[in-house]
Each structure stands twice: as structure tokens, then as C-alpha cells.
């Protein structure tokens, strides 16, 4: 079930949980933020090397009482590279 269509509730306060996204804005570009498989490895070409990992989009939510963050990356896509933002 996609997150978006759960009835999801803060853990610290029981406040009511509004999704959102966080903001990834790099060269002009402004993109959902996405939850890459393994550790970061440096690119000297690209800035972080993504070929091979395995990519999700991240999902977050709001607490609207205490401001609580919680993100999921339940949502497969397309690893990024040099020309697939």
C-alpha cells in the first residue's frame, strides 16, 4: 500500500501526519530527493558515484502538532546519473 493512502500519526505526539517532500536543488535543477542502496562513494566526474545502486523516491511526512519528520523510500526509480536527473 503506498504510503500516501495510510492513516499515519506521529510517534512522539499522535498529531495528524501530512506528506510532503524534501527539496534537492543542484545546477538549476529542482528534484524530489531519493534514497540511494550502499555508501556514498566519491565521483570525481559526477560528485557521488550512482552506477549499480539501487534508487528510491523519499517520501516524507510532517507532524502538523511537534513538526516531526519522518521519511520513507518505499517507491522504486530510476537511479540518477550524469544525464538522468
Not at 528534484?31 to 550512482?50: A, F, H, I, Y
Not at 520513507?72 to 536527473?85: H, L, V
Amino acid at each position: 500500500m503506498p504510503m500516501a493512502d495510510r492513516n499515519l500519526t506521529c510517534s512522539e505526539c499522535d498529531g495528524e501526519m501530512e506528506e510532503g517532500f524534501i527539496l534537492d536543488s543542484t545546477h538549476g535543477a529542482l528534484m524530489v530527493s531519493r534514497w540511494l542502496s550502499g555508501k556514498p562513494e566519491p565521483s570525481w566526474w559526477q560528485g557521488t558515484k550512482t552506477k549499480g545502486k539501487k534508487a528510491r523516491i523519499i517520501e516524507t511526512y510532517r507532524c502538523v502538532k511537534c513538526g516531526l519528520l519522518k521519511s520513507y523510500a518505499s517507491t522504486i526509480t530510476e537511479t540518477p546519473g550524469m544525464f538522468t536527473p
